[in-house]
């Protein structure tokens, strides 16, 4: 059984930090991109940062660019999201996902068609 889970998540005050974790367990994840996305009260599911399988390429929405950081170690099957500068419009659940073609498929609306989802950790940022 294939399992996303993502750790981390909490409540932090604006301008705190927050690490994200996710582990991956129940195949090989081999050649697989992997990904955070989030998705905020009444709002859709959106990209947050992914990272290909061999750490060399990353990508960041323009909204968390210099603020967050997306790495992984493959030898633990881990994805890690250091979160700092947080403001209340980073308020959401954050969802780990898992793809071979995952930068491709960030593309596609709240991430459709993405092979493996976490069930999400919920980060609260207070003013």
């Known amino acids: 059984q294939v399992q996303l889970v993502e750790s981390g998540g909490g409540l932090v005050q604006a301008g705190g930090s927050l690490s994200l974790a996710c582990v991956a367990s129940?195949?090989?994840?081999?050649?697989?991109?992997m990904g955070w996305f989030r998705q905020a009260p009444g709002k859709e599911r959106e990209f947050v940062a992914g990272?290909?399988?061999?750490?060399?390429?990353?990508y960041y929405a323009d909204f968390v660019k210099g603020r967050f950081t997306i790495s992984r170690d493959n030898a633990k099957n881990t994805v890690y999201l250091q979160m700092n500068s947080l403001n209340p419009e980073d308020t959401a659940v954050y969802y780990c996902?898992?793809?071979?073609?995952?930068?491709?498929?960030?593309?596609?609306?709240?991430?459709?068609?993405?092979?493996?989802w976490g069930k999400g950790t919920l980060v609260t940022v207070s003013s």
């Open positions: 990272i290909v399988w061999s750490g060399s390429t990353k």
């Open positions: 996902a898992a793809d071979p073609s995952l930068m491709v498929k960030t593309a596609n609306k709240g991430g459709a068609g993405i092979d493996y």
């Open positions: 129940g195949r090989t994840f081999s050649g697989f991109a």
